[in-house]
C-alpha cells in the first residue's frame, strides 16, 4: 500500500489533513507501516491466521490441517485443540493488558486517596455508588477514608483466589445466574489469566469446549474485573466524564506552541501533565524559550481519556502515530504502555522530537526514558516538560495540516447517557427503552476497537452510515471512535445528515450525535453497564442477550479487542469481527459462531465486506426484536409537541451549542 495514493486513512472529510501532509516532502522521507506492508511483500501466514500453527512446545512448531491424519501436531494435537489454545490465550493476553493498566489505575487512586498524588477525588457521588457495591460505609466518613477503603478491596480483587469478583453482581441477574450454572464465575482476576495459560501449556487442556469456557471465565475477569475496575476508580479520581466539544485533527499541532503528545493507555501520566502544562514555572520557561505556551494533544488511548474528561485535542489514532510525528512539529511524544509502535523511535530519527518512554515496563531502543514516579507525579510531569521545552528552539522544517478542523461532542459516560435520555429529575434508561419499543430507535450497535492497515480506514465510517441510516444508534470507543469522529459522525449535526428518521428525530430533539464516543478501549465496561441499565429499566428483556444490541470490533488489531468481543459473548451480546484466526479448524469455528449461543445466548459473526458487516448487525438486532415481539412495522408516528417537550426538557444545557456538561 503506497502512503500517498494507497493511505485509506487519507480521504477523511475533516479537509484529508493526513493526505494533506503525506503529500509534502518532509513525510515523504519518513518510513510508515504503510511502507513496511509493502516491503514486506507477502501475504500473512496461512497457518497462523487460520489459528492452527502451534508452538507451545519445542517439538513443534507444528502447523496442523484439519482433517489430515498426518497433519496432526507431534503431540497429536488437532486443529481444533490448538486454534481453541490460540485463541484462550489471545484473550488471556488481552485481559493480562487490562489487568495491569488497571492494577496500576487502583495503585494510583490508592496513593491520591493517601495525599501522595497531584490529583483528587473528584466524583463523590460516584465513589459513593461504587462503595456500595463493595459493602462499604459511607455515612459521615471522609472521602479519602472511603477511597482509601475503596482501593484497598479493589487491589485485593486482581489477588483474590476463592468466591467471586465483587462487579459482577452490578449485572442482570439472569445474567449471574447463567455464570453461576456454567461455572464461569470468574474468583479473581490475576487467577483466570495465569489459568488460561497454564490449561494452554502442552499436554493440559484439550478439549476445545473446556478451552473455552476458561477463555469466557478469564474474559469477565477483564470486562466485569479488570477494565470495570479502572474506569470506574478513573472516573472518581479525574472525574466522570460529561459532552464537550472538541477537536480530533493532525491539525491540532501548533506552530507557536511547545507541541507535546501523549500516547498509550494510563490516563495518571497524562492527567498530572495536563496539569504541569498550566505550571507557572512551565509556561515561564516555554515562553523563555520563545513558545507561546504547551499544547498538549492525545493519540490512541490516552487521547481518548484526556478528551472524554478534559476536552484536550486529539492528534491522532492508532493508524496515525507515525504521521503525528512526520509533521516535524511535535517536541515530544510522551508514551506508556500498549499500541505504542517501535518504529515511531525511527521516525523521528533525524528530527528534533524526543520519544520519551516513562513506565518501566515499556522501553525502546532509540527512545529516552524518563521514569514518571506515582509518588512524585508533578515532578515527574515537569521532568518530561522541561525535556520537550529544550526542543521547542531546535524545530527543523514542519508541516501542520491546515484543512477544516471539525468538533467533536464526546464524553457519554453510561451516567451521561442516562442523564440525557432521562433527565435532569428522573434520570433513567426509560425514553431509550420506550425508543427502542415503539421503533424510532431500532436498536443499540457498538462500534469498539482499533484500527490497522490491512483493511481500508473508511470501515468504520461506512458501518457507522449503515447502522445509523436505519436508525441504530451507534456507541463507540476506542481508536474506532476517533476514526468516527475524523469523519464527522461525532457531531449532532450527523444525525441530520445521516440517521434514518426516526433515530434523527431523537437526536435532534434531545440535540445529540447519532454516534456517541463513549470512551478508551477500557471503557467498554461502560457499555456493560450501559446494557445492564437498560435490561433493569424494564421492557426489552431479563438479560443482555435478549436486548437488541451488538457489537463490532471490525479493525481489531489488539489481543484486547478479541478479550472484549469474548467478555461480551459471555455477557449474552452478539459480536461480529471482520476475521477471527479460527478458520483452520472447522468444529471449533462452529463451536465460537454458533455453539456458544446455547451457552451464554450470543456468540461470534465474522464479514469483513463493511455494508455486508453492518446488515449482520441490523440483522441480529431485529431478531431480538422479533424475539421481543417488538418488530412489527409500525406507522410512523411523528413526535407531537408534548412528546417532543418531554425530552427537549431533559436534553442537555449545551448539546449541540459546544458548551455541554452538567
Ligand atoms: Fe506441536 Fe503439540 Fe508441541 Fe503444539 S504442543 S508445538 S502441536 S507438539
Ligand atoms: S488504543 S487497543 S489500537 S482501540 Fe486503545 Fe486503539 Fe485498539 Fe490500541
Known sequence: MAKSNGCNSCNDITGSSTLDLLNQDLAKQVRTAYDRIEDRGMSSCLFGSGGT???????????????????????????????ARNFARIVAAGTAAHTDHAREMVRGFIATAKGKTPHEIKDVEKLHKIAKVFDIETEDRDKNEIALELGERALAEFGQQEGSITMLKRAPEKQQKIWKEKGVAPRGIDREVVETMHRTHMGVDQEYTNIMKQAARCSLADGWGASMLSTELTDIMFGTPVPKRAIVDLGVLREDMVNVTVHGHEPLLAESLCLAAEDDEMLALAKKAGAKGIN???????????????????????IQQEMVLATGAVEAMVVDVQCVMQSVAQVVKNKHTDIITTNYRAKMPDAIHIQFEEDAAYESAKKILTRAIGNFKKRGDYYIPEGKKLDVVVGFSHETINYMLGGRFRQSYRPLNDNIINGRIRGVGALVGCEHYKHADDVHFKIAVELIKNNVLVLATGCAAQALGRRGLLRPEAATEYAGDGLREVCETVGMPPVLHVGSCVDNSRLLIALTEMVNEGGLGDDISELPAVGSAPLWMSEKAVAIGQYFVTSGAHVIFQDLPVTGAKKFTEFILNGLKEEYGACWGVESDPIKHARAMIAAIDEKREALGINKKQERVLMDMAMRRDLEGQSLPGMGCGQGGH
Open 296 to 318: 498538549l494533544a492525545g493519540v490512541c488511548c490516552t487521547g481518548n481519556e484526556i478528551l472524554m474528561r478534559r476536552g484536550i485535542p486529539v492528534a491522532g489514532s492508532f
Open 53 to 83: 500453527c502451534c508452538r507451545i512446545c519445542n517439538m513443534g512448531p507444528c502447523q496442523i490441517i484439519d482433517g489430515v491424519d498426518a497433519m496432526v501436531g507431534v503431540c497429536g494435537a488437532t486443529a481444533d485443540t490448538v486454534a
